[in-house]
């Protein structure tokens, strides 16, 4: 559920930001170009910050 909070987003914002110079490529490319970003942020950014989010919140119910 974590990962997914994380993906879903982000790809939703960029698929948005990337639509107006990425209108006439190829899927593939937009996909690829996508996931340079996507990923890096995800993995490096978004997920541990979520994860350390969580774990407090988990701290917390005990």
Known sequence: ????????????????AIAPVSADWPPVLRAF???L???P???YLV???????YARLAGRRR
Request: cysteine-free.
């Open 41 to 43: 942020l995800a993995v």
């Open 37 to 39: 970003v996507v990923v």
């Open 33 to 35: 170009v996508l996931t």
């Open 47 to 53: 997920v541990p910050a979520l994860l350390k989010g």
């Open 1 to 16: 559920m974590i990962t997914w909070l994380a993906i879903f987003p982000l790809v939703a914002i960029g698929m948005t």
